[in-house]
Nanobody
Framework: QVQLVESGGGLVQAGGSLRLSCAAS????????MGWFRQAPGKEREFVAA????????YYTDSVKGRFTISRDNAKNTVYLQMNSLKPEDTAVYYC????????????????WGKGTLVTVSS
């Protein structure tokens, strides 16, 4: 079992930055792929970014490429999402998720979830 706890959400003006953190505890393995998803009001949960725990390979959805950066600190069992040049359409609850092995962009493909952190971008 893996526990994921997100932090770092908040209110920011358009063009601003936030850094989200996801602390993982419990039984973690180097094969894990860690992901960030988001869900805006009235919309489905969508993939944002992912990183492989061991190799550090990263993946992004097109709408955040060049603005968001996912990274991990293996020693701290923590994954980060640095969000720059934020736009009002980035407003959503952001969720950290883990998949035991392999990449899957679908929320249904993830094995563990955090409870989410709210990011609100004002125009």
């Amino acid at each position: 079992q893996v526990q994921l706890v997100e932090s770092g959400g908040g209110l920011v003006q358009a063009g601003g930055s936030l850094r989200l953190s996801c602390a993982a505890s419990g039984r973690t393995y180097s094969s894990y792929v860690m992901g960030w998803f988001r869900q805006a009001p009235g919309k489905e949960r969508e993939f944002v970014a992912a990183i492989s725990w061991s190799a550090g390979r990263t993946y992004y959805t097109d709408s955040v490429k060049g603005r968001f950066t996912i990274s991990r600190d293996n020693a701290k069992n923590t994954v980060y999402l640095q969000m720059n040049s934020l736009k009002p359409e980035d407003t959503a609850v952001y969720y950290c998720a883990a998949r035991i092995t392999g990449l899957d962009y679908r929320p249904s493909g993830m094995d563990y979830w955090g409870k989410g952190t709210l990011v609100t971008v004002s125009s």
